[in-house]
């Protein structure tokens, strides 16, 4: 088949094996992903109704959008009928539709075999990170479609195990997944339940490359922010080794090698490896997102920004990459671009914050943006809600002590941020750079407490 999209995972589409790029606009792709699952043809009504129902002229965003269609998929695929469009991609692989139209007649009919190539096209969630905050009724039916798949797969997963073949593999994939879930965040409960999972894939399969790496992002995370010991970082060191030594082409170990090098300050290497993780996958968020932190630690903001804008746009559920690329374009002296990511940030960590009110991540990181939206009072409230929450939690120390310094509290935020340092936590380089902590640059106690930081 010359044309295959993948949409169990970020969606792709790629030509006799090439991957092609697609269209910036999240609309245009969540059209492309709606028509080709669709059984039949779709009214023009109906997708101006799901995309573009807030705009002055819907008609003319779906021919916009079409047109960007045609140039990716080919303008014969794109069928248009009375009124209505559908895609012709009788010639195309479809991950998603292969599944749907396999587990249709029941899971329990397919041999053990066939379940398990079923399972290798699942590379993450349905349309993982496409997320349309002004689209209600087209997310609605994103997150039916994801609920479906994860049941097709749960079930695939069990049709796996019951036959006791190979089964350890995707038993080691299932724990990676659950791994993930809080990997980026920072948050200390949430490192330790991703450690615990990343062990229990590596004791179903000692040579699983995902989970190595994993495990190498939660100890270098760990040793940055909340164990800053010699042994931590050589486990950190040691997970990404066996990470590229298992799987030296798999972008995820690049990226993991990138941010342990980094907590070294072999910033060179780092970047390196993550520039090496981009080119094997330009479409990791893991690459961008570390690749920022280590550019703004090492004051390249330029850089930084860079990174965290491709981050941000490649998971559009994540807040905390707006936020921080605000901080950088705030440091270049780009307002502009600096109210739009602070806008994008804000919007997209309310809802995270409406599905879990207790996230630390989110109301810690948040209320620093809040600030810059000049909600001052409701980031002073967002961070009493974090410290209650979670107040030994070195990360949430940090960014609520970011929020102190720069309303002028400063005692109070030196406060916290001693609390870090008698721990030997924190990355000095990310503080020195930190324009947030603008306000405590001379006095003494801020001096005093960069010279307990490695």
């Known amino acids: 088949m010359s044309l295959h999209l993948r949409m169990l995972g970020t969606l792709s589409v790629s030509h006799d094996g090439r991957t092609l790029e697609l269209p910036a606009s999240r609309k245009v792709r969540a059209l492309l992903a709606y028509l080709a699952v669709a059984p039949r043809a779709v009214p023009r009504h109906r997708l101006c109704r799901l995309l573009w129902d807030t705009t002055s002229d819907p008609r003319g965003e779906l021919r916009w959008s079409l047109s960007k269609l045609r140039a990716v998929i080919g303008a014969?695929?794109?069928?248009?009928?009375?009124?209505?469009?559908?895609?012709?991609l009788a010639d195309s692989g479809i991950d998603a539709l292969e599944v749907q139209s396999a587990v249709q007649a029941g899971v329990g009919h397919l041999a053990a075999a066939r379940a398990r190539d079923l399972l290798a096209l699942f590379g993450g969630e349905f349309l993982e990170g496409l997320e349309l905050d002004d689209c209600?009724?087209?997310?609605?039916?994103?997150?039916?479609?994801?609920?479906?798949?994860?049941?097709?797969?749960?079930?695939?997963l069990k049709r796996v195990?019951?036959?006791?073949?190979?089964?350890?593999?995707?038993?080691?994939?299932?724990?990676?997944?659950?791994?993930?879930?809080?990997?980026?965040?920072?948050?200390?409960?949430?490192?330790?339940?991703?450690?615990?999972?990343?062990?229990?894939?590596?004791?179903?399969?000692?040579?699983?490359?995902?989970?190595?790496?994993?495990?190498?992002?939660?100890?270098?995370?760990?040793?940055?922010?909340?164990?800053?010991?010699q042994v931590v970082l050589a486990q950190a060191e040691q997970a990404s080794r066996r990470a590229l030594a298992a799987a030296p082409r798999l972008a995820e170990a690049h990226a993991a090698r990138g941010l342990v090098r980094s907590l070294s300050r072999h910033y060179d290497e780092a970047v390196g490896e993550f520039e090496a993780a981009i080119r094997i996958n330009p479409y990791l968020f893991d690459g961008y997102y570390y690749f920022a932190r280590t550019a703004f630690a090492r004051g390249d903001m330029t850089c930084?920004?860079?990174?965290?804008?491709?981050?941000a746009q490649l998971r559009s559920e994540d807040f905390q990459s707006p936020m921080l690329l605000a901080t950088a374009d705030h440091a270049l002296g780009r307002e502009s671009a600096a109210h739009d990511a602070v806008q994008t940030g804000i919007r997209r960590v309310e809802l995270v914050l409406a599905l879990n009110p207790h996230d630390g991540r989110a109301l810690s990181l948040g209320a620093g943006t809040l600030?810059?939206?000049?909600?001052?009072?409701?980031?002073?409230?967002?961070?009493?809600?974090?410290l209650a929450l979670y107040p030994g939690d070195t990360s949430a120390l940090v960014n609520v002590a970011c929020v102190h310094a720069r309303v002028g509290q400063r005692d109070e935020a030196l406060t916290l941020l001693e609390r870090v340092a008698a721990r030997g936590c924190g990355k000095r380089d990310w503080i020195v750079n930190d324009p947030d902590y603008a306000s405590l640059r001379q006095e003494p106690r801020f001096q005093r407490l960069l010279s307990r930081l490695a």
């Open 371 to 386: 600030i810059d939206a000049g909600q001052t009072e409701r980031a002073l409230e967002w961070s009493r809600r974090c």
């Open 161 to 229: 195990e019951e036959e006791h073949d190979e089964s350890r593999g995707y038993g080691a994939y299932d724990y990676y997944l659950q791994g993930r879930q809080h990997l980026a965040r920072m948050m200390h409960r949430g490192l330790e339940a991703s450690r615990a999972m990343f062990v229990r894939a590596l004791e179903l399969d000692a040579d699983y490359a995902p989970a190595w790496a994993g495990l190498a992002t939660v100890h270098a995370c760990l040793y940055e922010w909340f164990d800053p010991s």
């Open 304 to 311: 930084a920004a860079e990174m965290f804008s491709a981050a």
């Open 136 to 156: 209600p009724e087209l997310m609605g039916w994103v997150l039916a479609q994801r609920h479906r798949f994860n049941a097709w797969r749960a079930a695939l």
């Open 76 to 88: 014969a695929r794109v069928v248009n009928g009375d009124d209505s469009i559908r895609l012709d």
